[in-house]
C-alpha cells in the first residue's frame, strides 16, 4: 500500500453481506440500522465494490463484520471470506477480523491463524451487539493473544443504531459499550493497542478520559457527521489527543464524502487534519511512512 498517495484512510468500514448473498446481520436489524442512520450508500455494497469506491477517492478503508453469533443465533459472514477479498485489494483494503468472545478457546486459535495465515491486521468487537462486557475475564485470553499479535483491537462504544427502534432494543444492551469497561482491557493489557469507536453518546467525557490516561487508547470519529460532533471532542482532538484520534465513516451507513464534507467546515487546527484523516491511522496499522509525530 502506496500510504504516500492516500488523501485518508478510512479505520471503519462495514462488509455487510457475504459471497452467497447472506447479510451480516437479520434483515430486523439491518433495516433497524439503515433507518436509524438514514443511510446515504449502497446498502450492503460486496468487498470489490468498497474497494472501488476507495480507490477512485484514493482512500484506504479498514473492513470487517461483526460476529455475534452467541447473543444473535445469525451465522457470521466468515473471517477468512473477507481477509481473502480484501486480499485482491492491497492497494485500498486493510482486513480485520471479528470473534465472538463467547467461543472461549475456539476463538484465541482462530485469532492466530487469522493474523498469521490470512493477514488479518487488526480486531472488531462489539460488546452491546455480542452481548458481553469488555471487562469480563471470559475475553481476556482472546485480548492476550491479539497483544502478542501487535494488531490492534477496536471497540464499538455509546449507543447502536443496531436495533434502534425494534421492541426492547432487540435485546441489546447499550450499558455494554461504555468506554469505562474498556478501561480495565486498557489497564490489564497495556501493551495492546485499543480504538474506541465513534463519539461515545452518553460517554464522551468518559472515553475522553480513557484515551488521555492510557497511551495506547485511540478514538475513531466514525457514526457521526463531524458537525454533530460534542465540543469537547473536538477541542481534545485538537490539542492532548491530535496524535490519537481516527478518521473513520462507519461506511455504507455514514458514506466519507458526507463525513468529509462537513469536516472540512469543523474548527480543527490545519497541522491536526492530516493527522486525523491519514497519518496517525498509518502509525497505529503499522503502514509505511509516519514513524515520528509532527511537531507541534
Known amino acids: 500500500m502506496d500510504v504516500d498517495r492516500l488523501t485518508a484512510i478510512d479505520v471503519h468500514t462495514h462488509a455487510e453481506i457475504g459471497r452467497d448473498g447472506r447479510g451480516s446481520l437479520s434483515a430486523e436489524l439491518l433495516g ?3 433507518a436509524h442512520f438514514r443511510a ?3 446498502r450492503q455494497p460486496g468487498i470489490d465494490e468498497i474497494a472501488a469506491y476507495y480507490r477512485e477517492r484514493r482512500m484506504a478503508a479498514v473492513v470487517f463484520t461483526v460476529d455475534a453469533e452467541h447473543a444473535t443465533g445469525h451465522p ?3 473471517n477468512e ?3 481473502e477479498d480484501c486480499a485482491r485489494h492491497p492497494d485500498v483494503l486493510i482486513p480485520f477480523a471479528s470473534i465472538d468472545p463467547h467461543k472461549g478457546r475456539a476463538g484465541v486459535r482462530e485469532a492466530r491463524r487469522l493474523a498469521e495465515r490470512y493477514g488479518v491486521r487488526g480486531f472488531k468487537f462489539h460488546p452491546s451487539l455480542q452481548g458481553f462486557s469488555p471487562d469480563d475475564p471470559m475475553a481476556f485470553p482472546l485480548y492476550q493473544a491479539i497483544e502478542e499479535l501487535g494488531v490492534p483491537a477496536l471497540f464499538h462504544s455509546g449507543q447502536t443504531g443496531i436495533g434502534a427502534g425494534v421492541p426492547g432494543g432487540a435485546g441489546i444492551r447499550l450499558r455494554y459499550s461504555n468506554p469505562m469497561l474498556v478501561d480495565e482491557v486498557a489497564a490489564s493489557f497495556p501493551d495492546l493497542r485499543i480504538v474506541l469507536a465513534h463519539p461515545s453518546f452518553p460517554w464522551q467525557d468518559e472515553a475522553l478520559a480513557v484515551a488521555t490516561h492510557k497511551p495506547l487508547v485511540h478514538i475513531d470519529l466514525s457514526g457521526w457527521s463531524p458537525k454533530y460532533f460534542p ?4 477541542r481534545y482532538a485538537n490539542t492532548l489527543l491530535r496524535d490519537k484520534v481516527l478518521f473513520g465513516s462507519d461506511y455504507p451507513v455514514l458514506t466519507p464524502d458526507r463525513w468529509l464534507a462537513d469536516f472540512a467546515t469543523l474548527d480543527i487546527k490545519p497541522e491536526v487534519r492530516p493527522r486525523i484523516l491519514k497519518d ?3 502509525r497505529l496499522l503499522g503502514l509505511t511512512a509516519v514513524d515520528k509525530e509532527t511537531p507541534s
Open 280 to 282: 496517525n491511522a498509518a
Open 40 to 42: 446515504q450508500g449502497p
Open 76 to 78: 457470521r459472514i466468515p
Open 32 to 34: 433497524a440500522s439503515a
Open 81 to 83: 471470506e473477507i481477509a
Open 231 to 234: 465540543p469537547q471532542l473536538v
